[in-house]
């Protein structure tokens, strides 16, 4: 699957190595920022396998195993592309950020973008992408990759929780660099 738009946007160089963006094709600037145009595609990821027992305790707990799938892998597509609006989406209303103690709940499009630098840090990127299921922690509350950073949770889409999706819940970050 290939993966390829334009994007203009300016940041500091410092943030464009941390980042490790790939598919760089111009970079220009002045004193200490950049303006690059990204072709971008998606930085690899790998997949997510469910032993017999992680499917049971899904099904136990009322997740749908396939829907579970299904949403990692658009999670996973979602931050391999650093797409924020397709992050967003995927997100409970609000969405817990929690970088190095902090509380800050997510809900609009501006927050998220406020927040960026930590929803798109290193740490969080490859926790989503490297996760292959075998280190998942799941419980009542949901599924956790990397012992807790990232929460996952079903979420209700009507005030009877007759329909309920799987959402981001919370990323926990252990320092707020």
Do not use: H
């Not at 299904?70 to 924020?84: D, G, M, T």
């Not at 501006?110 to 927040?115: G, R």
Request: net charge negative.
């Amino acid at each position: 699957m290939t993966y390829s738009f334009s994007r203009m946007q300016t940041c500091s160089r410092r943030s464009l190595l941390k980042l490790g963006l790939g598919g760089l094709v111009a970079l220009s600037g002045s004193v200490g920022f950049a303006t690059y145009a990204l072709a971008q595609t998606p930085l690899p990821v790998t997949g997510l396998a469910l032993s017999s027992e992680q499917r049971d305790r899904l099904a136990e707990l009322g997740y749908d195993p396939v829907e579970f799938l299904a949403f990692v892998a658009e999670l996973k597509n979602a931050f391999s592309l650093a797409e924020l609006s397709m992050v967003r989406s995927l997100s409970t209303d609000p969405m817990d950020l929690r970088p190095g103690g902090r509380f800050i709940p997510l809900s609009t499009l501006k927050q998220f973008e406020e927040c960026r630098r930590y929803l798109f840090s290193a740490e969080v990127v490859s926790t989503i992408l490297d996760e292959d299921g075998s280190k998942l922690f799941i419980n009542a509350d949901g599924v956790a990759f990397n012992d807790g950073m990232i929460w996952i949770s079903q979420i209700c889409i009507d005030t009877a929780c007759s329909q309920r999706r799987f959402g981001l819940r919370t990323i926990n970050l252990p320092d707020a660099s």
